[in-house]
């Protein structure tokens, strides 16, 4: 098993920025696929990004492509999420994720394919 928590959320202005931190412990961190979701309320929980083992994959969802950059540090044990020009629509609590399904890497899977959760982490972008 791998454990996950999330760090990094809070209120921001649009058009602002936030680093959000996930850390791993537990099974070996590198073995796992690493995704970001998000749920606002009332709406399901959506895919946002995801990184290979090793980085050298990243796959985003087009309404964060350009403004979000997801990366990983293994010898951390740690998974970013950069969000850069928030907008109002970003507002969701973010969950990240691991799976070991190695084709979630380069493609958008549904939080069905992911095993492990985080607790999740509040994103507010307002003025």
């Known amino acids: 098993q791998v454990q996950l928590v999330e760090s990094g959320g809070g209120l921001v202005q649009p058009g602002g920025s936030l680093r959000l931190s996930c850390a791993a412990s537990?099974?070996?961190?590198?073995?796992?696929?690493m995704g970001w979701f998000r749920q606002a309320p009332g709406r399901q929980r959506d895919f946002v990004a995801a990184?290979?083992?090793?980085?050298?994959?990243?796959y985003y969802t087009n309404s964060v492509r350009g403004r979000f950059t997801i990366s990983r540090d293994n010898a951390k044990n740690t998974v970013y999420l950069q969000m850069n020009s928030l907008e109002p629509e970003d507002t969701a609590v973010y969950y990240c994720?691991?799976?070991?399904?190695?084709?979630?890497?380069?493609?958008?899977?549904?939080?069905?394919?992911?095993?492990?959760w985080g607790q999740g982490t509040q994103v507010t972008v307002s003025s």
């Open positions: 990184i290979s083992w090793n980085g050298d994959t990243t």
């Open positions: 537990g099974r070996t961190f590198s073995n796992y696929v």
């Open positions: 994720a691991a799976t070991t399904n190695y084709y979630c890497s380069g493609y958008g899977c549904s939080s069905n394919e992911y095993g492990y």
